[in-house]
């Protein structure tokens, strides 16, 4: 009879000891659940740090080639590099032809446009969510309705002085125009700061833009809905800088400016392809859209719903720990001798 208390005792103790073990493993679940939730988030933030592929727009009177430079020091950063060529026929046809190529490029895109390439990008980017950046250097940037010719004509520049028109056919009857730099004003309109050895090549392998290039008017402004980073050349006597700069502000673009002509890629490579790491590194809150966006913790937490369950989840387990822990001290206090 004697040894009955000290039996109901042990009793107690053990259905104590289950109700700790029992809370210490919902504890144990709810981290495993946190794990679980929080893995996704990882894997995404994992994916936002792989590096974009940067596609190279060449402009018109130019080719991928003028990218030498800055593709270089891009891929000794680790960044794979594309420069297809532009067709120069047109804004419709070089934007749709570039659009798919795009399609081909896996993961992120950083997209880079010189000159005439501005106005392709512009059109070719828009729909294609992988397209993270756009990048303009000394180029042309039209909204909705707009052209290269009608840009000109508010921000006049040397251009006009520069070309010469050459008629063209091509098979099924085909007939346009072909617009090319004259040898003579090559060097001091389009690459003042080149060696004139240099500006003799570019001359020589030019490659021509069609009148439909700066005459067909932009049907979309990608850069309404995408970040954007501008390279301004002050120098610049294809493009006016001051129509440089007016884009740039319109579409709220990362800006700098250096004192370049209007080929800044060849000239000033390394400028080029900071401004372009810039655009590929930048997160989500240093790259403001033109469009409205939230914006304080309101936004943090729209942009990242599952670092958020998984911020609740963690918060309720270390509860659940914290209440297992508190009361394995109050049993262990209680069961002290007085």
């Given at each position: 009879?004697?040894?009955?208390?000290?039996?109901?005792?042990?009793?107690?103790?053990?259905?104590?000891?289950?109700?700790?073990?029992?809370?210490?493993?919902?504890?144990?679940?709810?981290?495993?659940?946190?794990?679980?939730?929080?893995?996704?988030?990882?894997?995404?933030?994992?994916?936002?740090?792989?590096?974009?592929?940067?596609?190279?727009?060449?402009?018109?009177?130019?080719?991928?080639?003028?990218?030498?430079?800055?593709?270089?020091?891009?891929?000794?950063?680790?960044?794979?590099?594309?420069?297809?060529?532009?067709?120069?026929?047109?804004?419709?046809?070089?934007?749709?032809?570039?659009?798919?190529?795009?399609?081909?490029?896996?993961?992120?895109?950083?997209?880079?446009?010189?000159?005439?390439?501005?106005?392709?990008?512009?059109?070719?980017?828009?729909?294609?969510?992988?397209?993270?950046?756009?990048?303009?250097?000394?180029?042309?940037?039209?909204?909705?309705?707009?052209?290269?010719?009608?840009?000109?004509?508010?921000?006049?520049?040397?251009?006009?002085?520069?070309?010469?028109?050459?008629?063209?056919?091509?098979?099924?009857?085909?007939?346009?125009?072909?617009?090319?730099?004259?040898?003579?004003?090559?060097?001091?309109?389009?690459?003042?700061?080149?060696?004139?050895?240099?500006?003799?090549?570019?001359?020589?392998?030019?490659?021509?833009?069609?009148?439909?290039?700066?005459?067909?008017k932009a049907k979309v402004a990608a850069w309404r809905q995408i970040p954007s980073w501008f390279l301004?050349?002050?120098?610049?006597?294809?493009?006016?800088?001051?129509?440089?700069?007016?884009?740039?502000?319109?579409?709220?673009?990362?800006?700098?400016?250096?004192?370049?002509?209007?080929?800044?890629?060849?000239?000033?490579?390394?400028?080029?392809?900071?401004?372009?790491?810039?655009?590929?590194?930048?997160?989500?809150?240093?790259?403001?859209?033109?469009?409205?966006?939230?914006?304080?913790?309101?936004?943090?937490?729209?942009?990242?719903?599952?670092?958020?369950?998984?911020?609740?989840?963690?918060?309720?387990?270390?509860?659940?720990?914290?209440?297992?822990?508190?009361?394995?001290?109050?049993?262990?206090?209680?069961?002290?001798?007085?």
């Open positions: 009879m004697a040894a009955s208390p000290a039996l109901g005792s042990v009793g107690g103790r053990t259905r104590a000891h289950g109700r700790l073990r029992a809370r210490v493993a919902a504890a144990g679940c709810a981290v495993a659940v946190c794990a679980a939730v929080a893995a996704p988030a990882t894997a995404e933030d994992d994916n936002a740090r792989r590096q974009p592929t940067v596609v190279l727009i060449h402009g018109a009177f130019a080719d991928g080639s003028s990218w030498n430079g800055v593709i270089e020091r891009l891929e000794r950063r680790g960044y794979p590099v594309f420069a297809p060529a532009n067709p120069l026929r047109g804004l419709a046809t070089d934007s749709a032809y570039i659009a798919s190529v795009l399609d081909g490029v896996k993961g992120p895109i950083v997209l880079v446009g010189h000159s005439y390439g501005g106005a392709v990008i512009s059109t070719a980017a828009a729909g294609n969510s992988r397209v993270k950046s756009l990048v303009y250097v000394s180029a042309l940037m039209p909204d909705k309705g707009e052209s290269g010719q009608s840009l000109a004509a508010r921000f006049p520049s040397e251009l006009a002085t520069a070309t010469k028109a050459v008629p063209y056919r091509a098979g099924g009857g085909v007939r346009g125009t072909d617009l090319y730099l004259k040898r003579d004003r090559l060097h001091p309109v389009f690459a003042a700061d080149l060696p004139a050895s240099t500006a003799r090549l570019l001359a020589v392998t030019q490659r021509p833009a069609t009148t439909a290039t700066f005459s067909e301004v050349a002050r120098q610049d006597k294809t493009i006016n800088p001051r129509q440089e700069r007016f884009e740039a502000k319109r579409a709220h673009s990362h800006t700098v400016e250096i004192n370049s002509s209007h080929v800044a890629m060849i000239a000033h490579p390394q400028a080029v392809t900071d401004l372009i790491i810039k655009a590929a590194t930048a997160t989500g809150s240093a790259r403001p859209s033109p469009a409205a966006h939230p914006s304080g913790s309101r936004a943090r937490a729209e942009s990242r719903p599952a670092d958020t369950a998984a911020a609740w989840v963690t918060a309720g387990a270390a509860a659940l720990l914290l209440g297992g822990g508190a009361l394995l001290v109050g049993r262990r206090r209680r069961r002290r001798p007085r």
